[in-house]
């Protein structure tokens, strides 16, 4: 059960939120109350779609019940999202549940997502949790996700995209009629149902970033959300602890971040300060969101103007060095730092910084990020700026003429050549030594059509 105190939230071993309405779908918030999920030998988790190639669980002998699909492990295996874990020897096997203790409530001892009349939807994994949502949702067939523009409409997005599918498993878990999201405790494998913590919005580490959701669009039936808060997820005597590291409402937070070291950073739109371990980041407008941001290194840097990352020793925002490695996106914008320099480029400008004033720079049409490079749209001419193998300066090499418009496709970065009568598809990328290439995928050919109008005589 949920309880309360100032700023403090409890989610009890077994996950009960009270709600025990499984809305004639088969999800509930008790859907897996008092049981844990059973890993195995699982190094890593993921979502694979297909039907259940699991026979440890299937042998078990669960059996149905009213939360479950008909036929137990037995029935029919559905092609549907599944979690699953890999071992050292690369072997995959489904994820299952079994009943913590043993009790007479008519519930299975163990289920299998064979049984459930859902699938798997969200999966984000931390040091200490594991994060998951089941939905009884229609998925996309092709990217396996959900989303919808308010005309049905499907996307699949890209890993270079502001919206990836990373960016999707970290955000918008929730809990309603046709989704609901659980928490597994890595040390225990308990699972915990989230139905009664805020509308998920941001994930990371041990930090939720949480919007309250007051209403929903009457057209569209997208949430309507108020207060933003961010949550700090510890484990105590069975329990997960969710403390609001923000209790003053008057601060208008955005979203919080934890660094290699454990510090939090919460950017808000009110105060700069620093007090027991929380650095609060004031931005310059409540859209830029991104102006601090986490790197590849594990370390939180200050992107807006002159570069600079958080010292945990001097407690206190210092010059980047630039001989070390590293990888942020900040909105839009993809910053890399290499050969003692700053790469930064966005969609239209690509830049390279000594931190005190650029060097180089060049304002192309369009430009892509793709394996740490830019790839770049200028007048039809395509070419790529090669920092992975530069010592000293940025190497400009040609990949290709006449392209018309770029895009990124199911993780590919692909070209298109308008020709008169056909358009000619390529894939961009980059091979192992680091060079651009470019790929025909298709060529489509456009034929004339021709329309002969003869006049009608003896009218």
Not at 69 to 75: C, E, F, L, M
Not at 287 to 309: A, E, Q, R
Not at 407 to 425: C, I, N, Q, S
């Amino acid at each position: 059960m949920v309880t309360s105190a100032i700023g403090v939230y409890l989610l009890t071993s077994g996950g009960n939120t009270g709600n025990d309405d499984n809305n004639g779908n088969g999800l509930s918030s008790d859907m897996f109350k008092d049981y844990r999920a059973e890993f195995g030998d699982s190094v890593s988790l993921g979502i694979m779609n297909g039907a259940s190639s699991n026979t440890q669980a299937r042998d078990s002998g669960a059996g149905g019940s009213d939360i479950l699909g008909n036929g137990g492990p037995s029935g029919n295996q559905e092609q549907k999202n599944r979690l699953v874990g890999i071992d050292d020897e690369e072997n995959i096997s489904e994820i299952w549940f079994s009943k913590i203790g043993i009790s007479d409530d008519g519930r299975p001892n163990v289920i299998t997502q064979d049984d459930l009349k859902a699938q798997i939807d969200k999966l984000h994994i931390t040091k200490d949790f594991i994060y998951f949502s089941v939905t009884t949702r229609a998925l996309c067939s092709d990217c396996h996700m959900y989303h919808s523009d308010g005309y049905g409409n499907c996307y699949i997005y890209s890993a270079n995209s502001s919206y990836s599918r990373e960016q999707y498993d970290r955000s918008g878990y929730q809990s309603n009629a046709e989704v609901q999201s659980f928490l597994i405790d890595r040390q225990s494998k308990n699972v915990y149902s989230l139905a009664n913590m805020v509308y998920i919005y941001y994930l990371d580490e041990n930090l939720i970033t949480g919007k309250t959701i007051i209403g929903y669009h009457d057209i569209y039936g997208y949430p309507i959300f108020s207060a933003i808060s961010v949550y700090l997820l510890t484990v105590e005597d069975g329990q997960i602890k969710f403390t609001d590291m923000v209790p003053n409402k008057n601060i208008n937070v955005v979203r919080g971040l934890m660094d290699k070291n454990g510090i939090i950073f919460i950017a808000n739109d009110t105060v700069d300060a620093i007090a027991n371990g929380v650095v609060m980041c004031r931005l310059q407008s409540y859209l830029g969101n991104n102006d601090f941001t986490k790197s590849s290194d594990g370390n939180v840097y200050k992107t807006k103007g002159k570069l600079k990352v958080f010292s945990a020793e001097l407690m206190d925002w210092i010059d980047p060095d630039l001989s070390q490695h590293m990888s942020i996106r900040a909105g839009d914008e993809h910053i890399v730092t290499k050969n003692e320099k700053i790469y930064r480029f966005n969609w239209s400008s690509y830049f390279v910084w000594d931190n005190d004033r650029s060097i180089f720079s060049d304002s192309p049409q369009r430009v892509f990020f793709l394996d740490e490079n830019a790839v770049c749209l200028n007048e039809g001419s395509l070419y790529a700026y090669i920092t992975a193998s530069a010592d000293t300066d940025t190497v400009k090499v040609p990949i290709a003429e006449n392209i018309q418009r770029m895009e990124f496709k199911r993780d590919k970065l692909m070209a298109y050549k308008e020709l008169v009568d056909g358009t000619a598809t390529y894939e961009v990328y980059f091979d192992l030594t680091g060079v651009p290439q470019l790929d025909l995928v298709s060529e489509v050919i456009y034929h004339m059509n021709i329309i002969i109008i003869k006049p009608l005589f003896g009218i």
